[in-house]
């Protein structure tokens, strides 16, 4: 199957050029899709196999020379579990899909309701009543088909956790409540995968990164058995889209970083963010 | 006792209490950050996350001037 994709690849591959000018070889979106349509095998696939023999798909021709062939692989290779699809998870599902994650699992029981359109990217006035999950879905086929996506319209919980991050390399943690988050901490911890956390108050927000050994959500929040409350200041003061959007887009700058295994991440650290003066500040947590 | 000065920075719902010599709070050196709190009228079960210059600190971490100090309640909005 490989290989009669690799000899149709060769035929498909056009002259192009990269952001600097330098030539190179590309292929279509509209080819891939037909590709892999004739094979049987996902549009990722196609991808991976145009990468390994230098030809570039024509949807990541930007993405370079920041990525690499070889980072753009890593990146189609990779599951992500999305879990909470509202006003981070919908940005991030977004971002992921077009930097090109090549599978991923997207995690929300909830539908839409009229007061998540002030923020929540996949939100619409037409679309209220609607499975986050299954809208996600539907926005990640949009935008690249060949992508592989796994919608779950449940919560996380204890019970189904183990499935839906078993095959995953990492998880983003987009939920809107500290119970809910911590659950996903455990979980992420007893499936040996990392978690990238941010959380949104009004214009406010921070975001870490977790392996399973470290200290994780304690460190930010105390003990997960002494939690006092299950919600935070975002019930004062709401979450304004310029915030979450941020902090989303943190996450996904971070999940890259994670992806490709590079040094200078949040673990053990916290970014801090307040866009009402804009103050960044990365803290130390350990 | 001494008389220096502190940054404070409060961060979400914490902002409203900010002081208005925010860059330059005075305080006694030596005195726990707590009692920095108590002084300005902040409450103090809303400080959840306390850094001291970067660092993460504690309610009961003492000051001795010169710090920058950053306080953010409970959040977990998304």
């Known amino acids: ?34 590709l892999a349509d004739d094979t049987g095998v996902p549009g990722r696939i196609v991808e991976i196999a145009a990468l390994e023999r230098g030809i570039i798909p024509d ?3 930007r993405n370079r020379q920041s990525l ?13 579990c999305i879990v909470g699809l509202g006003g981070l998870g919908g940005l991030v599902t977004e971002t992921l899909a077009r930097m090109g994650i090549g599978r991923l699992t997207l995690v929300d029981g909830d539908v839409f309701e009229a007061h998540n359109l002030n923020r929540q990217l996949l939100s ?24 592989e996506t796994n919608a779950v319209a449940e919560y996380l919980t204890a019970s189904n956790a183990p499935a839906l991050l078993g095959e995953c390399d990492l998880a983003v943690d987009c939920l809107d409540n500290l119970r809910s988050r911590f659950t996903l901490a455990r979980a992420t911890a007893q499936a040996g995968i990392p978690m990238i956390s941010a959380a949104v108050a009004g214009l406010s927000g921070h975001i870490t990164t977790i392996f399973p050994q470290d200290k994780g959500l304690e460190a930010i929040y105390g003990p997960a058995d002494q939690l006092k409350v299950d919600k935070g200041e975002e019930q004062l003061l709401g979450c304004l889209a310029p915030g979450v959007n941020l902090m989303a887009s943190l996450e996904c700058a971070e999940a890259l970083q994670v992806l490709l295994s590079k040094e200078n991440i949040l673990r053990n650290r916290l970014l801090v963010v307040d866009l009402g003066d804009y103050t960044f500040e990365t803290l130390q947590l350990a | 006792m001494n008389r220096v000065y502190i940054q404070l920075k409060l961060f979400a719902g914490l902002a409203d209490f900010t002081p208005e010599n925010s860059d330059r709070v005075p305080i006694e050196s030596g005195v726990s950050v707590e009692s920095v709190l108590r002084q300005l009228d902040i409450p103090s079960v809303k ?14 971490s003492r000051l001795e001037g010169g710090e920058r100090v950053g306080i953010f309640p409970p959040v977990a909005g998304g």
């Open chain 1, 59 to 61: 949807r990541y021709l």
């Open chain 1, 124 to 147: 619409r006035s037409d679309g209220l009543g609607r499975s986050k999950a299954s809208d996600a879905e539907n926005r990640v086929a949009a935008i690249n088909p060949g992508i």
């Open chain 2, 47 to 60: 400080a959840h996350l306390i850094f001291i210059n970067g660092v993460k600190g504690s309610l009961e």
């Open chain 1, 1 to 34: 199957m490989l290989d009669a994709i690799a000899s149709r690849l060769e035929q498909l591959a056009d002259a192009g050029i990269l952001g600097d000018g330098t030539p190179c070889k590309v292929i279509s979106a509209s080819d891939v899709l037909r």
């Open chain 1, 68 to 80: 690499s062939a070889k980072d753009q692989i890593q990146l189609l290779e990779s599951r992500v």
